[in-house]
C-alpha cells in the first residue's frame, strides 16, 4: 500500500483514518439520538398544544350544553312553552304578556348567572315562532319567519351534529335572529313535554371566543404566524377560520390537510405533508362536538433547534478532528524519530557504530520491548558477520593466491618441466624401467592439479584421485615399508570440499608422524555417510599429535597459530592445517565437522565433513539475529 509514502506518513494517514471514522462514527450516532429526542420532543409538544385547544373548545361547549340542559329542564320554562304550543298566536304571546316575558326572563338570567356575557344570545324558541331571550337582540319577526325554514323540528335534522340525548351543536354560522349578521356557533337542546317535542334551548357563542380559545390565544408562535391551527367540522368545513374568511393559502392547506386527519377519530397522531409544503400537524378531535382540532408548523421552523444542534455537533467535532490529528502526527513523528535517526546512521560509509552506541547506550536490550532497539541490535550483529565473513574471505584468497604463486615460482616453465617429466619417463620406459614412467606421470597429474584447476571446490573424488597419486609416489619411494587403505562410498565421492582438503594431512602424516616410528607405516582414508550429513577420517599409526596441539584443537571454533610442533608442518604443498581448516570453515560455516585426536592403539585421527543442509545453516544464522520483543 502506498509503496511511494514513508513509514511515518502511512502511519499517519492510517491512524488518521481510525480516528476520523471513530469521531463520525460517534457524533454520528449522539447527533441521530438527540435529534429522534429532540423531534420526539418537539412533535409532543405541538401534540399537547392540539390537546390544549381541544380541551379548551371542549369545555366552552360543555359550559354551553350544560346552561341549555338547565333552562330545559325548568318546569316554569318547559310549561310556559309546553302551553304555547297550543295556543293560537304563541308568536305574539310575549308581547302581549310582557309580565310572563319579565318572569322567564329573569329565570333564566338566575339559571345562567355571570355567564351571560360569555355568551351572544341564550334564547327558547318554539315550533311556532314564540322567543324568549336574554343577551343580544332577537327580532321576534325574523324568529317567527326564519323559524320556518330550520330543520331543528324535523326528526333528523340534515346537516348537523345529532349524539344521544337530542343536542346539536351547528358550526359557524351568521346569526339568523339579529340585524348585526354576528358570527356564532349554536348550542341547541330541545324541549319535551309528556313526549310531545315542541321547543328548542339555543345557547349562542361568540365565534371570536372560539378562535382565541387555549393555545390559539396564548401562543406566540401562533400569534405570529409560526403555528397554524385549523379546525375542521363536519364534511371537510372549516370552522376555524371559517370558510368564507379564510385566505387562499390557509384553503389550499385544509385542502391538503382534511383528507389525512377525516379518518382519524377519536385519536390523535402526528404526520408530514409535503403538498403545498413539508409540514408537522398533531390532530385531536374534540369529545363534545367531533369537531377536528389541527395545529400544524413547518418542519423546517420545527427542525430550527435540531439543525443548530447539528451544527453545535459538527463544529466540536471538525475541532475534535483537528486536535486529533495533530495529537496523531505528534505521535507518529515521535515514534518514528529513533527509527529515523537509525536509519540515517546505518547509512552513513562508514558505518559509524559510536554514534549508534550513544543512542541506544542508556537502553538494557534484555529488559526492553522496544523493536527499534532490537533492530539495531540485529543490524550490528548482522555488520559483525559481515565483517567476519570478508575478512574470513580476504585472507582465505590471499592464502590460496599465496599458495599458487608459491606453486608457479617452483615450475619456472610448467609446460617444459611437464615435457621433461614426460621425456624422463619415456627415457624410462625404454631402458626397461616402467616405474619411472609411472612416478613421472602420476606427478605430471598432480602438479597439473594444482596449477591449473582454476575451482575453489571439486569433488571429493578428485581430491581422493590426487591424494593416490601423492601415496603412489610414497609407495615407490618407500615400497612395502608403506601401506594404504582408502574406502569412500559413492555417495561422498561427489560431495564438494575445497582443492587441497585430503593430501596435506596424508603428507603431513609421512613427514613428520612417521619420522619418528620404524616400518611399517599405514594409512587409512574412510568415507562415512551420517543421518545429518558425511564425514572422512584419515587415520596413521604414527606418533600421533603432540598435547599442545591437541589443546589448542579442542575449542568450537579453533584458529591457533601456527607453530612448530609434530603434526604441524609450517606448509604442506601450499597449505597446513590451518590454511586447510579456514577454507573448510569457509565453505560449510557451522555445518562443519573438524576434529583432532590421537588413537587408543597408537597414531592420529583427522575428522573432517559437514552435518546437516545449507538451508538449515541459514536457519541457524537467522536464528543468532534477536528478534523484537525477546528476552
Not at 420 to 449: A, E, H
Request: hydrophobic share 40%; glycine share 6%; aromatic share 8%.
Amino acid at each position: 500500500m502506498l509503496p511511494s509514502v514513508s513509514f511515518r506518513t502511512k502511519l499517519f494517514l492510517i491512524y488518521s483514518f481510525i480516528v476520523l471514522i471513530l469521531i463520525l462514527s460517534t457524533f454520528g450516532a449522539f447527533y441521530w439520538r438527540d435529534k429522534q429526542i429532540a423531534s420526539e420532543a418537539l412533535l409532543g409538544s405541538l401534540q399537547q398544544d392540539a390537546e390544549r385547544a381541544v380541551g379548551q373548545i371542549d369545555a366552552m361547549l360543555q359550559a354551553a350544553d350544560l346552561l341549555a340542559s338547565q333552562i330545559k329542564a325548568n318546569t316554569d320554562v318547559a310549561s310556559t312553552f309546553y302551553l304555547l304550543s297550543f295556543a293560537e298566536r304563541p308568536e305574539a304571546y310575549f308581547r302581549q304578556n310582557p309580565a310572563a316575558a319579565g318572569r322567564l326572563q329573569g329565570t333564566i338570567s338566575a339559571i345562567v348567572g355571570v355567564d351571560v356575557l360569555s355568551f351572544y344570545r341564550i334564547s327558547v324558541i318554539s315550533g311556532k315562532g314564540a322567543i324568549i331571550s336574554i343577551g343580544a337582540y332577537a327580532d321576534s319577526v325574523k324568529v317567527q319567519e326564519g323559524i320556518k325554514d330550520k330543520p331543528w323540528f324535523q326528526d333528523k335534522p340534515p346537516g348537523s351534529f345529532e349524539p344521544p340525548r337530542n343536542q346539536w351543536i351547528l358550526p359557524p354560522h351568521a346569526d339568523p335572529w339579529g340585524e348585526a349578521g354576528q358570527q356564532v356557533i349554536s348550542v341547541i337542546r330541545r324541549i319535551e313535554t309528556n313526549g310531545n317535542y315542541h321547543s328548542i334551548v339555543e345557547i349562542q357563542v361568540p365565534y371570536d371566543r372560539l378562535a382565541l380559545l387555549g393555545t390559539m390565544q396564548h401562543d406566540a408562535a401562533i400569534r405570529d404566524g409560526v403555528k397554524q391551527v385549523m379546525v375542521f367540522g363536519q364534511n371537510d368545513g372549516l370552522v376555524v377560520p371559517p370558510a368564507e374568511q379564510a385566505t387562499d393559502g390557509e384553503r389550499a392547506l385544509a385542502e391538503a390537510l382534511y383528507p389525512a386527519v377525516r379518518e382519524q377519530a377519536g385519536t390523535a397522531f402526528t404526520m408530514q405533508l409535503r403538498a403545498p409544503g413539508n409540514y408537522v400537524l398533531a390532530a385531536t378531535r374534540s369529545r363534545n362536538s367531533e369537531w377536528i382540532v389541527v395545529v400544524s408548523e413547518r418542519w423546517s421552523e420545527l427542525a430550527a433547534p435540531i439543525r443548530r444542534t447539528g451544527y453545535w455537533f459538527a463544529a466540536t467535532g471538525l475541532a475534535l478532528l483537528a486536535v486529533s490529528l495533530l495529537t496523531v502526527y505528534v505521535s507518529s513523528r515521535m515514534a518514528v524519530k529513533p527509527l529515523t535517526r537509525l536509519t540515517r546512521i546505518m547509512g552513513e560509509v562508514p558505518f559509524r557504530r559510536d554514534h549508534a552506541v550513544r543512542l541506544f547506550e542508556k537502553v538494557d536490550i534484555n529488559a526492553t520491548h522496544n523493536e527499534v532497539v532490537h533492530l539495531y541490535h540485529s543490524f550490528r550483529k548482522m555488520l559483525d558477520r559481515l565483517e567476519e565473513s570478508k575478512e574470513q574471505a580476504v585472507q582465505s584468497y590471499a592464502r590460496e593466491l599465496k599458495a599458487r604463486y608459491i606453486a608457479l615460482q617452483a615450475q619456472i616453465n610448467p609446460h617444459f618441466l611437464y615435457n621433461t617429466l614426460s621425456l624422463i619417463g619415456m627415457m624410462g620406459r625404454d631402458t626397461g624401467n616402467p616405474d619411472i614412467l609411472r612416478v613421472c606421470s602420476m606427478l605430471v597429474d598432480m602438479l597439473r592439479y594444482v596449477t591449473y584447476a582454476s575451482d575453489s571446490t571439486v569433488r571429493v573424488r578428485d581430491e581422493v584421485e590426487h591424494t593416490l597419486n601423492y601415496l603412489h609416489i610414497m609407495k615407490t619411494r618407500y615400497e612395502d615399508h608403506l601401506t594404504f587403505e582408502i574406502d569412500i562410498p559413492e555417495a561422498v565421492m561427489e560431495e564438494k570440499v575445497p582443492k587441497l582438503t585430503l593430501q596435506p594431512f596424508v603428507e603431513n602424516a609421512i613427514k613428520h608422524a612417521f619420522a619418528r616410528k620404524r616400518y611399517p607405516w599405514h594409512i587409512q582414508i574412510r568415507g562415512h555417510v551420517r543421518e545429518d550429513g558425511w564425514s572422512i577420517r584419515i587415520r596413521d599409526d604414527g606418533s600421533g599429535f603432540p598435547a599442545p596441539v591437541l589443546r589448542q584443537w579442542s575449542g568450537d571454533d579453533p584458529l591457533p597459530e601456527t607453530g612448530s610442533g609434530a603434526n604441524e608442518p609450517e606448509r604442506a604443498d601450499g597449505s597446513g592445517i590451518k590454511n586447510t581448516y579456514e577454507r573448510l570453515k569457509i565453505e560449510f560455516g557451522s555445518r562443519l565437522l573438524f576434529r583432532l585426536a590421537n588413537r587408543p592403539d597408537g597414531g592420529a585421527e583427522v575428522e573432517l565433513g559437514a552435518c546437516g543442509t545449507p538451508e538449515s545453516e541459514r536457519e541457524r544464522s537467522e536464528a543468532d539475529v534477536p528478534r523484537a520483543g525477546r528476552r
